[in-house]
């Protein structure tokens, strides 16, 4: 009988009472589970009725979930939360970081370097690792790719030098980056329409610009013969206009577009020095 | 037999301060609900107070709350099923639930099942009652029988003078006639689009008319019939005039939904107010 | 704390995408004139469009909203709404329109 009651009241004790540390071990577990909207409700528990290390984690936690559903903005949210709830200082800075990253990938590129001046760089070096590598990333979306390489370079210990190298040599790259330049393209699409396009390497819309600028020219003065200048002026050089302006501004952003494809790939590979 | 007596009152002891951090014991979670509840975390909230719900089936503030989140994250049919569940003898039905449950029935713009309801309820009070008659008319747009109902009604009903004014600017809107634009367009272009309202779409059908119309008149005066450039621009010009009556068709049908949406708009604004 | 340094939040790319858009509307064709004016829509797009600043202050634009036009309503409609839709093209009357934030344009669909 006594033994029975022994089980029965170790079961109720598991059955019956969470506390607040096995009430967030089961959001761990449902976490872990991809049970996001259970996990959250548990750490939501968790941050009503606790503090300290708990609650912090718990943040942590519902901003990752936040992350991995896309809602980048709530994530920024909680991440700023668990900064204001953490009393440690290092343990601060990282969740700072953690929101830094948020507004970076929302393209609040100037919020996010505000944040990353204030946090000193007196700290672990995995912290300064950090901070310095999202202000590698920052500098980069504002294109001062200077600074950008001494934050890049510095988010590395400097006994790594095969990886130094790696980010030096991809620096040197991008800064030789100049071609196809955007003014050269425009001017020679304003003097010869579609040869902008062929110095962007872009074949089928030189081609394209060509003929259609050529044709409408052409249509042009064919009017001003058969019905005079007039007419031409009023009904067909307008189409002309309308194709020529379009086809040097286009020549114009296919160079823009072809430089920052050529800066994406460099970024991608500077991110792959950190994997 | 002694062992297990002390193992059992040494179970007995650790699981009292363990029961007192139950995060998941009713009072901890009512107070948790209402957080939820309060800090407009409906969905959340809505599981909470189930699993409540489930342990305190016949607690009426627990239900409400329940209810009452499934509205706040516009799942009125959830909250309409929760509501069936809870009475399933419609007679039997208690207010606040009364209520709420011609609420959310007509939330879900479910205006016919709403009047039934009405018809055999006996709990709500008239004014509530005529209130949600009256409005289900005006969700269908039926404004003579919104106008007959509220008629009959006694005018010292507060909370209904919004709905006659609804009712009263119903039954009085204006209408534009889809045939008169079409014939006022056929006759001098773009005079159909005055009369609906999109005048400035007028002015540039009339100029744009008259504009191509001249340039085919003139093209046939300079070559005669020969003239290709007559007939591109007298078929740029039938178009245009063709279009631009069935344009004045649209256009009315348009005004009348502007003014329609108008009304389903100051409705809804007028019912989501409503305490 | 043992995180990766370059989380997938950051795998972002700069460049402005201009996302290459699928016109499926103009590819489900069930005769042959919707063939036919699917063909002069899509060379349209391809040949004289793309050589053309965005000038258009509707969302969908002009061309597109003819093709939807035709596949709703018919050639002749479609073409009647598509005539007037294009006289309709001034943004002169915002007023009317419901506007979309992405694009910045006006959003008016056949």
């Known amino acids: 009988m006594l033994r029975f009651f022994s089980i029965l009241s170790l079961f109720s004790f598991s059955a019956t009472a969470q506390d607040l540390e096995e009430t967030y071990h089961f959001g761990l577990e449902q976490y872990a589970l991809s049970n996001y909207d259970v996990a959250s409700l548990a750490f939501e528990r968790v941050l009503y009725f606790g503090e300290g290390h708990f609650a912090i984690s718990s943040l942590d936690h519902l901003a990752r979930i936040q992350l991995t559903q896309g809602e980048k903005e709530s994530a920024v949210n909680y991440y700023h939360r668990a900064a204001v709830m953490s009393d440690a200082y290092a343990e601060k800075c990282w969740f700072t970081l953690r929101k830094c990253s948020g507004m970076l990938a929302l393209h609040k590129t100037q919020l996010a370097l505000i944040d990353l001046y204030g946090i000193s760089d007196d700290l672990p070096d995995s912290i300064v690792y950090y901070k310095n590598f999202l202000l590698g990333v920052a500098h980069f979306s504002n294109l001062n790719f200077e600074e950008s390489r001494n934050a890049f370079k510095h988010a590395l210990p400097a006994s790594e030098s095969v990886k130094q190298h790696q980010l030096d040599s991809l620096f040197q790259v991008l800064i030789h980056i100049r071609h196809p330049n955007p003014k050269t393209a425009k001017i020679l699409s304003v003097i010869l329409p579609g040869a902008g396009q ?13 003929l259609l600028t050529g044709g409408f020219l052409f249509l042009a003065v064919n009017t001003a013969v058969n019905y005079g200048i007039v007419h031409s002026m009023a009904s067909v050089f307008p189409w002309f206009q309308r194709y020529y302006l379009g086809g ?24 792959n020095v950190y994997d | 037999m002694r062992f297990n007596l002390l193992l059992s009152l040494l179970i007995f002891v650790l699981y009292k301060p363990a029961q007192a951090q139950n995060l998941y014991d009713i009072p901890r979670s009512k107070e948790f609900a209402s957080y939820l509840f309060h800090s407009q975390q409906y969905s959340l909230a809505a599981i909470e107070l189930e699993r409540l719900i489930y342990l305190e089936p016949q607690n009426d503030s627990l239900r409400e709350n329940l ?33 709420l449950y011609a609420f959310n029935l007509l939330a879900d713009k479910k205006t016919h099942a709403t009047r039934d309801f009405l018809a055999t309820n006996a709990t709500l009070n008239p004014e509530k009652r005529h209130y949600y008659q009256a409005f289900s008319y005006l969700l269908e747009q039926d404004f003579n029988n919104s106008e007959r109902l509220l008629a009959e009604i006694p005018k010292d009903e507060s909370s209904l003078s919004a709905l006659r004014d609804l009712s009263h600017e119903g039954l009085t809107m204006r209408r534009k006639s889809p045939g008169l634009a079409m014939a006022m367009s056929a006759l001098v272009p773009g005079s159909g689009k005055f009369y609906t309202g999109d005048w400035k779409d007028g002015i540039i059908s009339l100029i744009s008319i008259g504009i191509t119309s001249f340039q085919a008149i003139r093209g046939f005066s300079i070559n005669g019939t020969a003239s290709t450039y007559g007939w591109i621009y007298g078929s740029i010009a039938t178009g245009f005039y063709l279009g631009n009556i069935y344009g004045s068709f649209t256009s009315s049908k348009r005004y009348n939904k502007r ?17 | 704390m043992g995180q990766s340094f370059a989380p997938t939040e950051l795998r972002f790319g700069f460049r402005e ?23 002069l829509f899509l060379f349209y797009k391809f040949a004289i469009s793309s050589q053309d600043n965005n000038s258009c202050t509707f969302s969908p634009s002009c061309s597109e909203f003819g093709m939807l036009a035709v596949k709703k309503k018919g050639p002749i409609f479609g073409m009647l709404a598509t005539l007037d839709r294009l006289q309709r093209c001034n943004g002169l009357s915002p007023e009317k329109y419901a506007f979309d934030q992405e694009k ?7």
């Open chain 3, 17 to 39: 995408t201009h996302v290459h858009q699928e016109y499926t509307f103009a590819k489900n064709n069930t005769n042959e004139v919707q063939y036919f004016f699917s063909g």
């Open chain 1, 248 to 271: 040097y501004t286009r020549a114009g952003r296919i160079a823009e577009d072809r430089l920052s494809e050529k800066r994406d790939l460099i970024y991608q590979n500077i991110l």
């Open chain 1, 198 to 210: 062929f110095y962007a390497g872009d074949v089928k819309n030189g081609i394209n610009s060509l």
């Open chain 2, 259 to 275: 003014q329609a949406d108008k009304l389903a708009q100051k409705m809804d604004a007028a019912f989501f107010l409503h305490p």
């Open chain 2, 67 to 99: 209810i009452r989140s499934y509205s706040f994250n516009k799942d009125f049919a959830t909250a309409g099923k929760r509501i069936d569940a809870f009475f399933p003898e419609k007679k039997a039905i208690t207010s606040p639930f009364d209520d």
């Open chain 3, 104 to 110: 910045h344009l006006f959003i008016d669909l056949p």
